[in-house]
């Protein structure tokens, strides 16, 4: 049976063309890039081209970027690092929506004392500004708020954030793992001083990302041990893992645009006639501001995982949650942020797609999903309760 793959916001297929790129850095080019010998030091080259390239995606310096091993370290590190740079601050404000590399991390500093603040969203999960704005004071250390939502694809808008924050004189991070490649940014007109980035969410490969560090903000190391990425973090570096994620950046670069045009027909295709077909489906999230890929749709009064598990017979794979949460019964804290009712939040889907999918994948899943839904629907006790 083919697989069908609709959970890129989960992790994606590493791209042919990265893949390639670091073959050779395994059993051929494997030397130690802060070696003094030649060997290695072709391996620093190779090194300095993946933070060109990166940088050339994200609009910045190469020396602004800090290679790390993915998103949540890069989340832990900007937080964590902020902090111990300003040790009279003592504040901390995120939102309720936040990826739990972000949320987990400052509900842990709360109980070391930091004070936190965790603002909600309406429900389209949207922030109010002028809220944000008011809370933002002389104690506050650092805000963190992500990009774009894993869940819901909801785009905050980050530049606006960045402005206000900046204007109170506080360090800024967003999380943009789920972002890059999918939205161009250009960090050198932005106020943002820190961002996290993940290699595995751009057809790069895992365990490798960026803690973006705008010059002159002032952040203490998270690793200590040796002087490697300019003393910001220390360990022999993921040499394949960064020349793909180089790789992985010069590709989205050159294809942003026509990808994204691709994928959003796509998703737009699948979610119209999910919407059309499936009685009781509801959209979640702001419909304008959102992902290009990611659609998280409702079906009320059905499990969600029941949905998965049959879509998963079919070989459709979709998620419902973030893949850190799933397994567990609870619904996504991000919808019940947003305001979604349980019986709806239990019956959600999401559904995020890559330039790998194609038509007659959507056409198969618009095909089968109805049929999954009348099935769960007519066993479902609370259907039966409401006709009653
Ligand atoms: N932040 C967001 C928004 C994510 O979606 C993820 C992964 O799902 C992470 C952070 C964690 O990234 P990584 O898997 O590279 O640690």
Redesign the pocket.
């Known amino acids: 049976m083919k697989t069908i793959y609709f959970d890129n ?3 994606t297929k590493v791209a042919e063309e990265v893949l390639e790129e670091m073959q050779p850095y395994f059993c051929e080019l494997y030397g130690n890039p802060s070696s003094m010998h030649a060997f290695g030091g072709q391996i620093g080259r190779k090194i300095r081209l993946a933070r060109e390239q990166v940088a050339e995606l994200l609009g910045c310096d190469p020396s602004e970027i800090v290679f790390t ?7 832990n590190a900007a937080i964590k690092g902020a902090l111990a740079a300003v040790p009279n601050k003592r504040k901390l404000i995120t939102t309720r929506v ?5 949320l987990a991390v400052c509900r842990d500093l709360e109980n070391h004392g930091y004070t936190m603040v965790e603002f909600g969203v309406d429900r389209q999960g949207r922030l109010d500004l002028a809220e944000l704005e008011a809370e933002v004071d002389e104690d506050t250390a650092i805000v963190s708020i ?1 990009y ?3 869940e819901t694809g909801v785009v905050f808008p980050i530049e606006r954030i960045a402005e206000i924050v900046k204007a109170k004189g506080v360090i800024f991070h967003t ?4 972002v890059i490649g999918k939205i161009p940014l250009n960090l050198s007109e932005s106020n943002i001083d820190l961002l ?1 980035l ?4 751009l057809h790069g490969p ?4 960026v803690l973006y560090v705008h010059k002159g903000t002032r952040l203490s190391p998270f690793m200590l041990g040796g002087h490697q990425e300019g003393g910001h973090r220390a360990g022999t570096e993921n040499v394949p893992g960064i020349i793909g994620l180089g790789k992985a950046c010069e590709l989205a670069a050159k294809n942003i645009k026509e990808e994204n045009e691709k994928v959003k027909r796509l998703r737009d295709r699948l979610e119209t006639a999910i919407l059309r077909s499936c009685e009781g489906a509801r959209l979640n999230g702001d419909k304008q501001n959102r992902l290009p890929n990611t659609s998280n749709i409702s079906f009320e009064y059905i499990e969600g995982e029941a949905i998965l598990l049959l879509l998963d017979r079919y070989g459709i794979c979709a998620s419902s949650g ?3 949460t799933s397994g567990s019964l609870e619904p996504s804290h991000v919808l019940r942020a947003m305001g979604v009712p349980f019986t709806a939040a239990h019956g959600s889907i999401r559904f995020s797609l890559s330039r790998y999918n194609t038509e007659q994948e959507v056409d198969y899943t618009i095909e089968k999903l109805p049929q999954i839904v009348n099935q769960l629907r007519e066993l479902s006790p609370f259907v039966a309760n409401k006709a009653d």
């Open positions: 916001n989960a992790t091993s993915g998103g949540t370290e890069s989340d936040e990826h739990p590399a972000v992500m774009a939502n894993n999380d943009a793992v789920q996290s993940s290699a595995h969410k895992k365990g490798v990302g973030s893949a850190c």
